[in-house]
């Protein structure tokens, strides 16, 4: 009986101790993360820098981007789930922490306190409206695809539409070898449509107001 008694008690307390450190999320710390980008800046502070894998697109913008979706990001790059040479080598030499500081220093940097109307400015065609609806994207990225239902999604609003579109093909060929993206929800939705449907949504998110941009460097102006 004292055997099963202490194994009880060793189970539960593993549980409670488990429980505890994910509670303890990371908190990051935008000053610290301004000394941590110096390998962010040659691609995400160039504005409208390109790059060519898998093929030409412009890199997207970061900052204005929240810190959790980054942090998700960066920690999907890590694990493989996203596919991406750069960005794997990247993140493979980040710990939480340095995840955490880079992603609250973009998530701050360049911020101001304008917000966007309740409504997009521009409304897609009926075409577009009906691949947007079948595809449920404003219930999970939100009012004008800029406030995200969960802090670890994306804000897309505004976001380049070819980067945009070189993400949705990763997610619709998402066991790439090189850059497939895997992610159940993502991959479930990109598969319903054509390349050129895809393509069509990715344009219309790319016309509309935006949080995002990119602040550059003084050394790359």
Not at 80 to 106: C, E, F
Request: hydrophobic fraction near 35%.
């Amino acid at each position: 009986m004292n055997k099963l008694l202490t194994t009880v008690f060793a189970f539960a307390v593993a549980c409670v101790t488990a429980i505890s450190a994910q509670a303890q999320e990371v908190k990051g710390d935008a000053k610290a993360g301004a000394s941590k980008v110096a390998m962010c800046i040659g691609c995400h502070g160039i504005s409208g820098y390109q790059s060519s894998f898998p093929e030409v697109y412009r890199v997207p913008m970061i900052s204005g981007q929240g810190a959790k979706y980054i942090t998700s990001a960066l920690g999907a790059y890590k694990k493989g789930d996203r596919k991406h040479p750069t960005m794997r080598g990247i993140s493979d030499s980040l710990n939480d922490q340095d995840m955490a500081d880079v992603a609250a220093y973009y998530e701050q940097n360049g911020k101001t306190d304008a917000s966007l109307t309740a409504k997009p400015a521009k409304e897609p065609s009926p075409q577009v409206a009906e691949l947007l609806k079948k595809g449920a994207c404003v219930s999970c990225h939100g009012e004008n695809f800029s406030k995200p239902i969960d802090p670890s999604y994306p804000k897309i609003a505004g976001q380049y539409k070819d980067y945009l579109y070189v993400a949705l093909k990763a997610y619709k060929n998402d066991t790439h070898s090189t850059w497939g993206r895997n992610n159940g929800v993502m991959a479930g939705i990109a598969k319903q449509f054509s390349q050129a449907e895809l393509k069509a949504m990715a344009g219309y998110l790319a016309s509309l107001d935006t949080e995002l941009k990119t602040v550059a460097q003084p050394k790359f102006k």
